[in-house]
């Protein structure tokens, strides 16, 4: 039997168990172009399963394949696959970053924008001058010949000659960007040889560039025509702005690219985010000082909607602030309840009884139009030098914003929301408007329609029929592989502590019960433990319960922790405990192999914060999803429970990395064992294989478990410790 055709681009010797296999579907799926969506426990090979044939699949049809992640390590990872690909089949590769981390004179995208469209027109104008100049040459030595026709001629050059020579003394004064402008100048082919040697970092090509005071990023971007491979960021796709200007980099239509999202679990979560909408008083205030400014005949009607909605907000604000509870705002944003069953929100309403112009809708586009010249005059100001940076419009922003309010607020998936948070600087208390976007695949639809095929993976993908719901997919191929590794290096237990309800984690007598399991875990683990927790509060109050108790060194993270660096001081330890939330950096996309960690512990079903504005996802998937037949309802379902679990799966990951790794993987909480909790057991939302290897036990039985298994394994480094 002949090899697949796209095993050339497989880098290592012989493929992981199914990696071949899930190699041949992807590569089936992308023929018939459809999307996959592909399940993997760790060590299934996901990255390479994926990259290799939509690699083939590209090379024959002339596309490129862009793999994305919103993990660090993973990206790196991307780079070390991607390098050892080359060294087999040779691909041209880019690895891309956005402009603020390749910036060498750090300023932001707009004022990037204008200096380098000025750089350029200036360059240009000089080349246009060095070419006239050589002309005119020409034709002074013709006319001097006796050509008087030469003469005439070089009149004309003369004048052209003039008029350009002013406009580079204006550009004397004008702000370039030298960097951009020894791009436009030097020869810069040796860059490109240099790039396509090898697969070069962001990083890489920064420091090429800062040596040779190139601008690295537009070099970069230069050379991402027609590569076989891209690596980026989730927001170069997610965002339909920024991919469309990425795709035109590519030099490619979208029907000529392949996407494979890493970690596509996240795609949900990231693509609501981008979709979301928010506007602060800071920038209507702004706003209304802007146009006090502006004599142009549209500030009057721009003026009447930007004050009615300011005035609206902090109406609306003050109103929804509790008795007492402007004192406890703190230096995050807060939610604040403004939505309305039967009409709409507060804040509309507000603003229309606030409003006394002439027409929201005329006077909003006015606004906008007026904000359209501002922004364009900006521009202009900061391309001739008038200024040393480009102003932001602020009334272009709020007109968009309460245009989009107004227009979208009422749609299905659309949640309006005001949010407070105290100035750090002044103690003031302002507030946000947000419109937040419940349904991601308002996002993600059109992007997945748009391309030739999508690969979509992760440890914790399933159910596939909600994924495929919630990210607007059509025509899908889906496959799953469980963890490859043996059984008998695992155990996974489901331990019957109480179930850890919100009212309960305060209960005194549940607190002791899984302390106690804690210490369990901790004292008969050989090696470090990882235990996460439904939040970091709660993680911070088993670290204080088990401090002193003599159970090696106890780690803590915490939002404002450098999550990299407590990784680092972790895994270099021989005997640590790591306590932090299944809701931070470190539940997933991050590997603990062998001895980094031989136990996880998750404590409590981990649910998130079930605020107005996850009911409203909730409410949003019910509506959008009413005709689905599952066992329950789609809101709680796919808004809560499925991603809760996947969350619990990726935790429960990051031990048992590779074929000889072993460890044990604990849940600990009376919801994940086969015990009837109604409809508050989660055991039946993990998928069949993974529920088959959970193990229920009693608390005060784990320490002996595992003894027992770590025994089996010669774990124990001298005398095991005693139960």
Known sequence: MSESPHLRFFPYEEPYPNQREAMDRVANALDRGQDVLFEGAPGTGKTLSALVPALEHAR???????????????????????????????????????????????????????????????VETESEVRELEARQRELLAESREGDAGAAEARESVMDELDELEAEIDEYETANVCAHYRNNLVADTDDFFAWLFEDVRTPEDVYAYADERELCGYELLKEGMEGVDLVVCNYHHLLDPNIREQFFRWIDRDPSEIITVFDEAHNVEDAARDHATRTLTENTLDAALDELAESDDSRAEAAENVVRAFRDALVETRDDALGVGQRESVGENWEDLSIANDDRRDDLTLAFLRSYEGKGIDTETELAVQLGQALDEEYERRYRDGETTTRTECQTLQVARFVSTWMEEGTELGQYPVVSVRRDAATEEVYGRAELYTCIPRRVTEALFDEVAASVLMSATLRPFDVTKDVLGLEDVASLAYEMGYPEANRRTFAVDTPPLF??????????????????????????????????????????????????????????????????????????????????????????????????????????????????????????????????????????????????????????????????????????????????????????????????????????????????????????????
Request: hydrophobic share 35%; net charge negative; aromatic share 10%.
């Open 60 to 122: 024959e049809r002339d596309r490129t394949v862009v793999i994305t992640t919103n993990v660090h390590q993973q990206m790196r990872q991307f780079v070390e696959d991607a390098r050892a690909i080359t060294r087999e089949e040779p691909i041209r590769a880019v690895v891309f970053k956005g402009k603020s981390s390749m910036c060498h004179i750090d300023v932001d995208y707009q004022e990037c924008q204008t200096l380098r469209d000025t750089t350029r027109e200036m």
């Open 502 to 723: 919100a009212s309960e984690r305060n209960d005194p007598e549940t607190q002791e019960t899984v302390a106690s399991l804690l210490r369990d875990a901790i004292r008969f683990t050989p090696g470090n433990t990882l235990a996460f927790f439904p939040s970091y509060a709660e993680a911070e109050r088993y670290h204080e319960r088990l401090a002193g108790a003599d159970l090696g060194r106890l780690y803590l993270d915490g939002p404002g922790e450098d999550e990299e660096d407590l990784r680092r001081k972790f895994v270099e330890s021989d005997d640590a405990t790591l306590f932090t939330s299944l809701w931070g950096t470190l539940a997933e996309g991050v590997s603990f192999d062998g001895d980094d960690a031989r136990t996880v512990a998750v404590v409590g079903v981990p649910y998130p914060h079930l605020s107005d504005r996850m009911e409203a996802v909730q409410d949003a998937y019910d509506r959008a999803f009413a005709d689905r037949d599952r066992s329950r309802d789609p809101g709680w379902a796919y808004a809560v429970e499925i991603p809760t679990i996947r969350k619990t799966r990726q935790a429960l990951g990051r031990v048992v990395r590779g074929p000889d790794d072993f460890g044990v993987r604990i849940l600990a909480d009376r919801r994940y064992t086969s015990a009837d909790m109604g409809k508050y057991s989660v055991r039946g939302a993990f998928p069949p294989e993974e529920r088959e290897e959970l193990l229920d036990l009693d608390p005060t039985k784990l320490k002996f478990a595992m003894l027992n298994f770590y025994g089996d394994h010669d774990a124990y480094d001298g005398t095991p410790p005693e139960p």
